[in-house]
């Protein structure tokens, strides 16, 4: 029987991401900089700035049902959110666009 202090995962002061089968693409993502104008307003573009899933569903002006935001459920989340990050940064540092648009 094992003692109550052992554990059967060796402690890193992190704890483990839940998903890590996910890894190679969040690393991917991470990675990924931005470097071309069209590609960096793509990304502004396809990657919402804010959560899209949040909605009321209404029948003859009632409301049936409401979803809520789910993005904070998305395991990628996060990566995503720093890769439209990085696009924003790049045309206004690099190409010195005006990037209200894309807020």
Known sequence: ????????????????????????????LNTRSVKDPKQARRLAQLIPSQCPFARDITLFGHLVAQIPPLCKLNPLYEELMALRFRALCYLVDECGEDVSAFI
């Open 1 to 28: 029987m094992a003692s109550a202090t052992s554990s059967p995962m060796p402690s890193s002061g992190k704890t483990p991401h839940p998903m890590p089968l996910l890894k190679p693409l969040r690393s991917w």
